[in-house]
């Protein structure tokens, strides 16, 4: 776990772990597998966006909603009825109204946003 606590003292909160960086990730179980498989191929960061590889777990979770949608183009509106469901669950997980603003809580670790995502891939089955 220090591993994943490294790195956070650079005013960013950014994190970055041992793998390779990828542009979309592999299929898992639910997005929120593929949304932790992205943030921990490319690295997390808080904020709202992307820096460099970096990624935050609103952002990530854009980005899989963007390549998980099924169709060979995902009109807007498929993909951000997915990407706001996901959000929701996981504020209702984190008891937050907002998820950018539990992203950037002081004190936020990757670990933390890992167990919230291993929390609603459970709860959430269908996602």
Known sequence: ???????????????????????????????????????MSRGWVRGRGERGLRVSLPAAIDLVARASVSSAEPTAGAVLARAARARRHLCELARASSLTAWNDEPGRTLADVRDLLEAARVAFRDD
């Open 1 to 39: 776990m220090a591993s994943e606590r490294e790195h956070r003292r650079g005013g960013e909160g950014a994190v970055r772990v041992g793998r390779e960086p990828t542009s979309a990730p592999s299929r898992g179980a639910t997005l929120y597998d593929d949304v932790l498989e992205l943030l």
